[in-house]
Structure formats: structure tokens, C-alpha cells
């Protein structure tokens, strides 16, 4: 198989999000969420897709107070370990806000093969992001990020 590391920290997050939650809608059949069941999938939907955002908002909030940069395609260019707030729960909350979402998303159209979006967001996510982030962040913060990494699942 080829060598894939090229796609290492190339496409932002959101970006992945919007795609799989693009796929996800051509793989929920057409009359998924408008259908009277629809109705407690919406709710439902809604209330997996506050939380979401809400680990997104937390994450970036914890960046912005801490002076360090939020793009995810310039690790190496992070100023700060970011160990506190949600970073306590998760050593990716922004990554989980939208996994989250997907799954609201998910929840919305009715669709049990859209959850193969979340699954893939995911893996993608892990694969070409959140590794090559842990590598740039262990090269910087060594023992301090090891030991971080050692209390703090990646997810959850």
C-alpha cells in the first residue's frame, strides 16, 4: 500500500466533519427525518448536538485563555500545553464536539449506515490529525506532554 502520511495534517477538521456529514446524508434514504418519527430523532438530535458544540466552544475558550495558537494544521506552532478545563476529560474535546455532532447528525437522518460516517470521521481524525499533533506535541512538551497523554484519554 502506498505511503499515505501526505494527508498527515493537511485537511482542516471541519473540513473532514463537513464531508463525512455529506456522505452520511447520501447514504440516509430520502424520507429518513421528514417522517412522523422524525419528530423524537429531531429531538434527539438536537440534544446530542448541544453537547457538541459545547465541547467545541470549551476546547477553543481553553486555547484562547491560554495564548496558544487553534489551527490544526500548525501544531509544532502551539505555544502552551493546554492540560485544563475540558483538556481534563479529554485531550481532544474539539475533535469530539464534532464527532458528537456527527453522531446528532446521524441521529437526525434515521440512517443506521450514517453512523459509518462517524466511525470514519473518526479514524480519519486519528489517523492523520490527532497522531501527527501528539508526535509534534511530545517533541515540545517531552515529559510534561508523556505524562499528560499517561492521565487523559485521546476521546474519552
Do not use: C
Not at 93 to 103: D, I, K, S, W
Amino acid at each position: 500500500m502506498a505511503n499515505m502520511n501526505w494527508l498527515e495534517l493537511k485537511v482542516p477538521p471541519p473540513v473532514v466533519a463537513a464531508l463525512a456529514g455529506a456522505a452520511m446524508w447520501l447514504a440516509a434514504p430520502a424520507d429518513g427525518a421528514g417522517s412522523p418519527a422524525g419528530d423524537w430523532r429531531t429531538a434527539m438530535a438536537v440534544a446530542l448536538a448541544l453537547p457538541g458544540m459545547a465541547l467545541e466552544v470549551a476546547g477553543l475558550y481553553a486555547f484562547r485563555r491560554a495564548h496558544t495558537t487553534v489551527n490544526p494544521l500548525r501544531p509544532a506552532g502551539t505555544s502552551a500545553l493546554v492540560t485544563g478545563g475540558v483538556y481534563r476529560i479529554t485531550r481532544n474535546p474539539m475533535y469530539l464536539g464534532l464527532a458528537v455532532m456527527l453522531l446528532a447528525w446521524a441521529m437526525y437522518l434515521g440512517a443506521p449506515l450514517a453512523l459509518a460516517g462517524v466511525a470514519a470521521f473518526m479514524g480519519y481524525i486519528t489517523r492523520w490529525q490527532i497522531l501527527p499533533e501528539e508526535r509534534a506535541l511530545a517533541r515540545k512538551f517531552g515529559t510534561e506532554f508523556a505524562a499528560y497523554a499517561g492521565k487523559v484519554r485521546r476521546w474519552l
